[in-house]
């Protein structure tokens, strides 16, 4: 069954920052922001440009050990990419498919909204309310984190 999301924050934060440390480097950031979550991270087979796949390491928090996904899409200059879960995470158990969509729209006060849409095939006998609820409350999650952390440290990623 076909399921998602869209969620948009706002925030003060200028897209390049959330951009360079949210989606070029969250393999590095984090295991920063959220180490009860997630204990590492790394690039597999690219630099961070399309094709390149996202190594995660979660903790026992989190019902799995790992995910990778691919970036599909990264458009440097519009703050957007795109990507696909290929490995880990829920894929096999509760998705078949999953795939994200972030895009930072800059603001006229000097910070972005930030959007992300996930689009899923949710496999039978699966609760798509609860999975995509859960889902989308560790999206916010993860980027209110990313925020806080930012905000704390303005030298970084600026």
């Given at each position: ?6 969620i948009e ?39 961070g ?45 509760k ?17 972005c909204i ?25 999206a916010?999650g ?8 930012l ?8």
């Amino acid at each position: 069954m076909a399921a998602g999301f869209t969620i948009e924050i706002p925030t003060k934060l200028p897209a390049s920052r959330v951009f360079q440390a949210g989606c070029m480097n969250v393999h590095k950031v984090a295991p920063v922001v959220i180490p009860e979550m997630v204990t590492g991270g790394e690039l597999l087979n690219g630099d961070g440009d399309v094709g390149t796949i996202k190594h995660l390491k979660f903790t026992n928090a989190l019902p799995y050990s790992y995910h990778k996904e691919r970036v599909d899409k990264l458009d440097k200059e519009n703050y957007e990419s795109v990507c696909t879960l290929i490995e880990g995470g829920d894929l096999g158990t509760k998705v078949s498919s999953a795939v994200y969509h972030e895009k930072l729209t800059p603001t006229a006060d000097g910070g972005c909204i930030f959007k992300m849409t996930a689009e899923y095939t949710i496999n039978p006998g699966v609760n798509v309310d609860e999975y995509v609820n859960e889902d989308k409350e560790q999206a916010i999650g993860l980027f209110k984190a990313l925020e806080a952390y930012l905000l704390a440290n303005p030298n970084l990623y600026a």
